[in-house]
Nanobody
Framework: QVQLVESGGGLVQAGGSLRLSCAASGSIFSINAMGWYRQAPGKQRELVADMTSTSSTNYADSVKGRFTISRDNAKNTVYLQMNSLQPEDTAVYYC????????????????WGQGTQVTVSS
């Protein structure tokens, strides 16, 4: 079993910054992709940014130049640095990791965090 725990959400004024963290624990052999998604009220969940095991990154057009994804493999943790936040960034942010579990046989599964609220006031 693998658990993802997110932290760092909150309320910030437009133009401000927040840093989200997501740490994985449990039966982990290795982690492939790590990513952040968000879901605003009445909208579908969308990709914000992701990073492969070789550190290749992908960003939504709406956050390019403002958000930065990074990972610490030793800590099984992914971060999302969010700068120049705007009211349209308000959403619940979820982390996701594709984990190869320490089981016999090994299995690969996508796990999700519980979500953290980010609210940007104008």
């Amino acid at each position: 079993q693998v658990q993802l725990v997110e932290s760092g959400g909150g309320l910030v004024q437009a133009g401000g910054s927040l840093r989200l963290s997501c740490a994985a624990s449990g039966s982990i052999f290795s982690i492939n992709a790590m990513g952040w998604y968000r879901q605003a009220p009445g909208k579908q969940r969308e990709l914000v940014a992701d990073m492969t095991s070789t550190s290749s990154t992908n960003y939504a057009d709406s956050v390019k130049g403002r958000f930065t994804i990074s990972r610490d493999n030793a800590k099984n943790t992914v971060y999302l640095q969010m700068n120049s936040l705007q009211p349209e960034d308000t959403a619940v942010y979820y982390c996701s990791m594709t984990v190869v579990t320490r089981t016999v046989p090994k299995t690969t599964y996508a796990y999700w965090g519980q979500g953290t609220q980010v609210t940007v006031s104008s």
